[in-house]
């Protein structure tokens, strides 16, 4: 009886990692992955589709674009480590908040027509060109939280500074994707 509960626990845990996951529009959001082999998230539109695939118990991990009309799938790229995604309002770009190391996460706005890459680090050192500096710390966390609109982005950049003393800072902005920066606040802090 205790080895089937096991058994059943071990399936229950790693269930997750074997199903599909449809992450519905209307309820859109930033959607978090891996949360299954397959995860869809359409976009708000219907027109576009993200497929993430990660299979074999994650030992690889790609990211495909799939145009609904004409059913033709590109790759989007492949990752090493969890990622988090979300569509603007006007399904005319997503971004995908990269954590490829225990270090950093990175942030891209992609154009689903063409996939276009703009890297939201550039964008936010043209319009704050003291954020340099947190980029470039020891462990930087540059994450997209959410689409004010859909030109619009609220982003944090986080982390701390590995030389001692450890500094802590989190600096948060309102990122307009032509270009214009508003930082929102800054605090610092130093670690214990």
């Not at 992609?110 to 680090?121: F, Q, R, V």
């Amino acid at each position: 009886m205790v080895w089937r509960m096991v058994m059943v626990s071990i399936f229950l845990i790693h269930l997750p990692c074997v199903a599909k996951a449809q992450v519905k529009s209307a309820d859109q959001g930033v959607v978090d992955l891996p949360q299954a082999a397959v995860s869809r998230i359409p976009s708000p539109d219907g027109k576009w589709t993200l497929i993430f695939e990660c299979p074999n118990d994650c030992s690889e991990r790609k990211l495909w674009i799939e145009d609904n009309t004409s059913h033709t799938r590109r790759l989007v790229k492949e990752y090493e480590r969890s990622l988090s995604i979300s569509w603007a309002p006007d399904s005319r770009l997503f971004f995908v908040n990269d954590a490829p190391g225990s270090t950093e996460t990175l942030c891209y706005i992609y154009d689903p027509a063409t996939l276009k890459e703009t890297d939201l680090a550039r964008v936010v050192v043209a319009g704050d060109p003291k954020a340099a500096q947190f980029l470039n710390a020891g462990h930087s966390y540059l994450r997209a939280k959410r689409w004010i609109n859909s030109r619009e982005l609220l982003v944090v950049l986080c982390g701390h500074s590995d030389e001692p003393p450890l500094r802590g800072f989190t600096l948060r902005y309102r990122v307009n994707l032509n270009g214009h920066v508003q930082k929102l606040s800054q605090r610092s802090e130093e670690e214990p």
